[in-house]
């Protein structure tokens, strides 16, 4: 007896199941294989996007990009666990990668901007544990990174040295920047805790000062092709820019310990210097994008790497905002209201390409 149509359509039913079933399970394994180190700048990008709209008043469209990070935070961090777990050589060969060794402060980066998100909404217990996993992956991360470099590296520093060098210059002073606003909440401690991040901030800038040198000695002195161009290079103008916004901050706070209010004159310039250098940048990573994707056309294909050139768009407007309000520097007004657009649509763009990446490796036969 042959079966009717209708039985031949249900028995395919299952089959069909089964192989996206099995399609979608071989993705996810792939992906945690393959998962680059430096994806926790998806949170860090989606959260300064999502700051930078709060404080201009954007609360909807702030409040959905929070929304997304409560879910992309976890989700990471289950993926790197699963990846210690099943895919260890793969993660120790990142660990020991000096092109890839400092992206992981992209974790503590993320850590601190989802913190901010979440004191920004009032959430102070989740902003103070989200800090402290922050410090205490810095405080890991730097060292053994250094030690790395020093110990175990055996390759020229023109095979090496990279924009993702300055996520550490991120990191540091994303915890400078959360730690500032949890400050008031230490009682009697402030003084100390404003000191201890008034330092931490100066050695996020001398730390900038010592890689940005290294990272334009490679661009003058070494060929630099097209393909070598990655978007990390836009952190050579985020990490000023947070910078600036950790400087603004502490000027702010200068005010309420005596010892430090003598140093705000200082805290202001050198955050207006930052501003002005990190506003220099701007221009000619965007001619270095031309030149990459125009000139040379390199094709444009969503990479994880992405996220570190939304995430300095969106912290140049928050940098600017707070140094505005700090300072009253009110020629700088017009920029935030414009420049959070090419954030916002850097960051839509960015997660197109990965949703449709994800689509379309699940329907590839």
């Not at 217990?125 to 790395?148: E, K, M, P, Q, R």
């Not at 600036?244 to 207006?272: D, R, Y």
């Amino acid at each position: 007896m042959t079966n009717s149509p209708l039985n031949s359509a249900d028995d395919a039913q299952p089959a069909i199941a089964l192989r996206w079933s099995a399609r979608l399970g071989a993705h996810f394994s792939k992906s945690i294989r393959e998962l680059h180190p430096i994806y926790f700048a998806l949170v860090m990008a989606t959260g300064i996007v999502s700051i930078a709209l709060n404080l201009l008043h954007f609360t909807q469209l702030s409040l959905a990009l929070f929304m997304i990070n409560l879910v992309a935070y976890p989700v990471l961090i289950l993926a790197t666990l699963a990846r210690m777990l099943f895919f260890f050589s793969m993660l120790r060969a990142d660990l020991t990668n000096p092109k890839l060794l400092f992206s992981f402060f992209t974790f503590v980066a993320g850590s601190n901007v989802l913190g901010a998100q979440c004191f920004q909404r009032d959430y102070l217990t989740a902003a103070l544990v989200l800090w402290i996993i922050g410090s205490v992956a810095w405080l890991f991360l730097i060292y053994y990174c250094f030690c790395c470099l020093t110990f175990a590296n055996t390759k020229p520093i023109e095979e090496i040295i990279n924009g993702g060098w300055l996520v550490s210059v991120v990191a540091t002073q994303s915890v400078v920047v959360l730690g500032v606003l949890l400050a008031p909440g230490f009682g009697k401690y402030l003084p100390l805790a404003l000191l201890a991040l008034y330092g931490l901030w100066g050695v996020g800038v001398l730390l900038y000062m010592v890689l940005i040198t290294f990272i334009i000695y490679r661009f003058f002195f070494y060929r630099l092709t097209a393909e070598e161009m990655l978007p990390p290079y836009w952190i050579n103008m985020g990490a000023t820019a947070i910078s600036t916004l950790a400087g603004a901050n502490l000027f702010q706070a200068a005010s309420k310990v005596s010892f430090l209010a003598s140093l705000q004159p200082s805290m202001g310039a050198v955050s207006v210097v930052l501003w002005a250098w990190c506003t220099w940048w701007i221009p000619l990573l965007l001619a270095l994008g031309y030149w990459r994707h125009v000139v040379y056309r390199v094709p444009l294909r969503y990479s994880p790497t992405y996220w570190s050139m939304v995430f300095p768009l969106g912290m140049y407007t928050a940098a600017t905002l707070r140094l505005d309000t700090a300072m009253q520097l009110h020629p700088m007004e017009p920029l935030p209201p414009v420049f959070i657009w090419f954030a916002v649509a850097a960051w839509v763009l960015t997660m197109f390409g990965l949703l449709s990446g994800f689509l379309r490796a699940l329907v590839r036969p």
